[in-house]
């Protein structure tokens, strides 16, 4: 069974350099022609929840972060079998800023559905 990420993003161009760290790439750098994608896939850690308050009309919050991201490479004929690696050092860094320049609103609207799930007691 394939992992279960709170956050998975659409495909993603990105590329080995020299050093051997990856890039990712947006949408408008893609040359014609590329062929490596993957998916990113994120967990979160939700460290408070903040109740809604009735006094001051404020709705429910959290605090929290990415805990990890991994990584699983798409294409054609590679289908499912690719499996999710972690992501650690430049990588991860790499891959969260990525997502935040380009996936914001996705990715921290999935945290926030996340926490919620935290917030009523589901399993993560």
């Known amino acids: 069974m394939p992992a279960v990420h709170p956050f998975e993003s659409d495909h993603i161009a990105y590329c080995v350099g020299d050093n051997g ?18 998916v990113l896939g994120v967990d979160f850690t939700v460290s408070e929840i903040y109740p809604a308050d009735s006094d001051t009309g404020a709705d429910w919050d959290w605090n929290g972060h990415v805990s990890a991201v991994h990584m699983r490479i798409v294409g054609e004929g590679i289908g499912l079998q690719a499996k999710w690696r ?12 990525h997502l935040n320049a380009y996936h ?13 799930g935290q917030r009523y007691g ?3």
């Open 21 to 38: 760290q990856t890039e990712f790439l947006p949408d408008c750098d893609v040359p014609e022609g590329h062929d490596d994608f993957c």
């Open 86 to 97: 972690k992501l650690n050092g430049f990588d991860r860094v790499r891959a969260t800023a």
């Open 104 to 116: 914001y609103k996705a990715l921290w609207r999935a945290g926030t559905d996340f926490a919620d």
């Open 122 to 124: 589901e399993a993560a």
